[in-house]
């Protein structure tokens, strides 16, 4: 016999801790999740305010802000975009919230672990801010905090990289904790080709993370221990080797690219299938490609280097794995508009910004191509082009997917229900900022301008004004976006139990969830994805 508290919404607190003890002492896998979301928000916007400061500048170069001012501004908006909100994104917000019920568990393998994650995410959040006070001023590196550079630079390097030590270990502990979560705590009849498609991608990133972060950890060590105790690892002045530490940041990097992406492709399965009243097609084929995606993406850091001097044999080489990595991802957007195909669809905003995702990756994956093959990247490499695309992935992949999911378990998570018609405007001119802001980056690119440059030639001025304007009309849907969704989940009406017509086990169960999740543990007897009855 279940006792009431169980049957309560995952807020009411029944605890020894009041206020917001009552939520950083939780070990409850929703409340774990809605505090991340909040804290990845909250970076999120910091690092738009920094973005749209960066845009101003190069506008105006030289007026708004210094040559050194621009490069720490320019550092730590990517710091905090990358490691403070994409990297931990899907999979610490949502992966927490959704994770255990999509499953059929009434919690993760180890939540006091979870809570610990949590903990650690934190602290390193904050030695990140520390960094940008203490002597020596914020970084200046840039968000790769490339050697020997940031070894010999004044700014205080040592914090900042102390701080996405931390936020590491916060990494691997949550893939551990899910890929032990998917392995033991599945309900009675949860077999592994009934996973929703979300866990799938979950699954495979927990593995990337468990795996790659720790090269970036000991990579971040050296760093650390060049600048406090002289260490020469990548030091040439010492004998140290600068492009060693390209080969190890990067083995991270480029597998932390799927860490960002994998779940957000997750997102779209889940999405696609309820809008278009159909089952996902080719369920086997889209949960093998992310696990695809995932083993073969650490083989193809090298083509972040094809111009540090490495032998021709490996530029072939790397060259290749590129174009096969992207195999999997074409599985899966072919999949997703099969799905689509002559499906029932319901134009809602969770599917626009669904589609948006399909688009706009699409043309990050295939600008990805160009600089993946050697020719054009000897050309484009170092330029406005890399950023375009780097932007049109991130940015329009994962950012747009992490909209989706706000839009689609916004009534599960807060129990209420959003505006449509402010949510659709918000996406329009989102899209068309977005588009503008980024689009015009692979003409610049094209054209030869450098990025992170804090100045330019007056050539490549009306590209910049382009880019900064779609910068200003992006934040606007931006801010209508969020305000919708904020007045909403204050003032919105009360979300029935389902209200998409969604199959996964997050639907059948109140809005938001109980405490426990389940009154009783379910018992699968079909795959919960499915919508033939």
Same mark, same amino acid.
């Given at each position: ?9 995952? +807020? ?239 083995? +991270? ?44 993406? +650490? ?84 330029? +406005? ?149």
């Amino acid at each position: 016999m279940e006792d009431n508290a169980s049957r309560e919404p995952y +807020y009411v607190n029944r605890g020894k801790y009041r206020g917001i003890l009552s939520w950083l002492m939780s070990t409850d896998h929703k409340r774990i999740g809605i505090q991340y979301l909040i804290a990845l928000l909250t970076f999120f916007w910091i690092g738009v305010l920094l973005g749209l400061l960066i845009r101003l500048s190069l506008i105006m170069p030289g007026k708004i802000l210094s040559q050194g001012t621009y490069n720490q501004v320019f550092s730590v908006h990517g710091i905090i975009m990358i490691f403070l909100f994409i990297i931990p994104g899907i999979p610490v917000a949502f992966g927490n919230f959704f994770l255990p019920i999509m499953i059929g568990a009434r919690d993760v393998a180890f939540p006091r672990l979870n809570r610990f994650a949590w903990w650690l995410y934190l602290t390193g959040a904050a030695l990140v801010a520390l960094s940008l006070f203490v002597s020596g001023g914020a970084p200046d590196t840039g968000w790769t905090f490339y050697a020997p550079y940031s070894i010999r630079t004044q700014a205080n390097i040592t914090m900042a990289v102390s701080g996405v030590f931390v936020l590491g270990f916060s990494s691997i502990l949550t893939g551990l904790n899910f890929v032990t979560t998917i392995h033991r705590l599945r309900a009675p009849g949860m077999t592994w080709f009934r996973l929703p498609m979300f866990v799938w991608t979950v699954y495979a990133t927990g593995w990337v993370q468990m795996l790659a972060t720790p090269v970036l950890a000991i990579t971040l060590v050296f760093i650390i221990l060049g600048r406090v105790f002289g260490v020469g690892f990548f030091d040439p002045s010492k004998g140290g080797d600068p492009i060693l530490y390209e080969h190890l940041f990067w083995t +991270y990097s480029h597998p932390a690219v799927y860490i960002m992406v994998l779940p957000a492709m997750g997102v779209i399965s889940e999405v696609i299938p309820v809008f278009a009243r159909k089952t996902i097609f080719g369920y086997k084929a889209v949960a093998f490609s992310a696990v695809g995606i995932a083993s073969v993406g +650490y083989f193809v850091w090298g083509h972040h280097m094809f111009t540090s001097g490495m032998s021709d044999t490996a530029r072939i080489i790397f060259s290749f794995i590129t174009f096969l990595v992207a195999v999997p991802s074409g599985i899966k957007i072919f999949n997703w508009v099969a799905t689509l195909y002559k499906g029932s669809i319901v134009l809602d905003s969770p599917l626009i910004f669904a589609l948006s995702f399909i688009f706009l990756f699409s043309i990050g994956g295939l600008t990805g191509l160009i600089i993946g093959a050697l020719a054009p990247n000897l050309h484009l490499h170092g330029t +406005y082009f890399i950023v375009g695309h780097f932007h049109y992935v991130m940015f329009g992949g994962a950012g747009f997917a992490i909209l989706a999911a706000l839009h689609y378990w916004f009534p599960k998570m807060t129990g209420k229900m959003y505006n449509e018609r402010p949510a659709k405007i918000g996406w329009l001119i989102l899209f068309v900022g977005f588009n503008l802001l980024y689009f015009s980056m692979f003409v610049l690119g094209y054209e030869g301008m450098p990025r992170r440059y804090f100045d330019y030639p007056p050539e490549y001025y009306t590209g910049h004004l382009i880019s900064t304007i779609g910068s200003w009309i992006l934040a606007t849907g931006l801010i209508i976006i969020f305000t919708n969704l904020i007045r909403s989940a204050f003032k919105g009406q009360e979300a029935p139990m389902n209200p998409w017509g969604g199959r996964g086990l997050e639907w059948t169960i109140p809005s938001p969830p109980p405490e426990e999740n389940f009154e009783e543990i379910p018992v699968i007897d079909k795959a919960p994805y499915r919508m033939d009855g």
